[in-house]
C-alpha cells in the first residue's frame, strides 16, 4: 500500500518561499508509470491542481502558477518536493502531494498540510 | 472559477439514490477521462472513480460514473450517513493540466 506524506514549514512570511517535501513509502518512486504531483485546497475551496513530476525529472505545471512552482524529485530519499516562491496570503491553503497515473487518475493523496502565508 | 461546473449541493434520504453532474468542455472532458473524488470532512480526498466508469478496489458498486460528450456524472445508490462528504470530478486538459470541479456537498437527510 502506497502512503504519501507532506512535510514542511506550517507557516511562511509573505515574498518568501513555500517549500514542501513527499516522502513515498510502500513503494519505489521510480517504479511503474507514476507521475507526483502536488495539489492544494484553500479552507472551504476546491482543489487546485499545481504540477506534477516524472522520476525522469519532467515536468508539468499549473500554467497560473507556472512562474512560481519548482516541482523536483530524488529517487535515492524516495521524496519529490514543491518549491512556490513570492508567496502571499493567497497561496494559504491545505497542500496534498499525490500520485497520478497519467492522464487518468489521482489515485493516492497525502493526508495533506496546511501552510499559511502571514507575517 | 472552476473550469468543470458542479451544484454546489444535492440531497437525498438514506437509501435513496442521487446523481452529481459534471459539465466541462472538449478541451477537457470531451477529450479525457474523468475520475471522482469523496473528501469526507477534515480528510484527503479519496478515489471513488476512474477512467470514467472504474472503480478501484474496495469501492461499492453503489457508486458508479458515466460520461457523455463534454459531461460526467456520479451516482450513488442506496444512500448511507456515512455517504455525507464533498465530491469532486476531475480530468485533464489540452495543456496536461488536472483540472477539477468546484465540489458538491452531499447532505444526507
Known amino acids: 500500500q502506497v502512503q504519501l506524506q507532506e512535510s514542511g514549514p506550517g507557516l511562511v512570511k509573505p515574498s518568501q518561499t513555500l517549500s514542501l517535501t513527499c516522502t513515498v513509502s510502500?513503494?519505489?518512486?521510480?517504479?511503474?508509470?507514476?507521475?507526483w504531483s502536488w495539489i492544494r485546497q484553500p479552507a472551504g475551496k476546491g482543489l487546485e491542481w499545481i504540477g506534477r513530476?516524472?522520476?525522469?525529472?519532467?515536468?508539468n505545471y499549473n500554467p497560473s502558477l507556472k512562474s512560481r512552482v519548482t516541482i523536483s524529485v530524488d529517487t535515492s530519499k524516495n521524496q519529490f518536493s514543491l518549491k512556490l516562491s513570492s508567496v502571499t496570503a493567497a497561496d494559504t491553503a491545505v497542500y496534498y502531494c499525490a500520485r497520478e497515473l497519467r492522464l487518468r487518475a489521482i489515485d493516492y493523496w497525502g493526508q495533506g498540510t496546511l501552510v499559511t502565508v502571514s507575517s | 472559477q472552476s473550469v468543470l461546473t458542479q451544484p454546489p449541493s444535492v440531497s437525498a434520504a438514506p437509501g435513496q439514490k442521487v446523481t452529481i453532474s459534471c459539465s466541462g468542455s472538449?478541451?477537457?472532458?470531451?477529450?479525457?477521462?474523468v475520475s471522482w473524488y469523496q473528501q469526507l470532512p477534515g480528510t484527503a480526498p479519496k478515489l471513488l472513480i476512474y477512467e470514467n466508469n472504474k472503480r478501484p478496489s474496495g469501492i461499492p458498486d453503489r457508486f458508479s460514473g458515466s460520461k457523455s460528450g463534454t459531461s460526467a456524472t456520479l451516482g450513488i445508490t442506496g444512500l448511507q450517513t456515512g455517504d455525507e462528504a464533498d465530491y469532486y470530478c476531475?480530468?485533464?486538459?489540452?495543456?496536461?493540466?488536472?483540472?477539477f470541479g468546484g465540489g458538491t456537498k452531499l447532505t444526507v437527510l
Open positions: 476531475g480530468t485533464w486538459d489540452s495543456s496536461l493540466s488536472a483540472r
Open positions: 472538449s478541451s477537457n472532458i470531451g477529450n479525457n477521462y
Open positions: 513530476i516524472y522520476t525522469s525529472g519532467s515536468t
Open positions: 510502500g513503494g519505489s518512486i521510480s517504479s511503474g508509470s507514476y507521475y
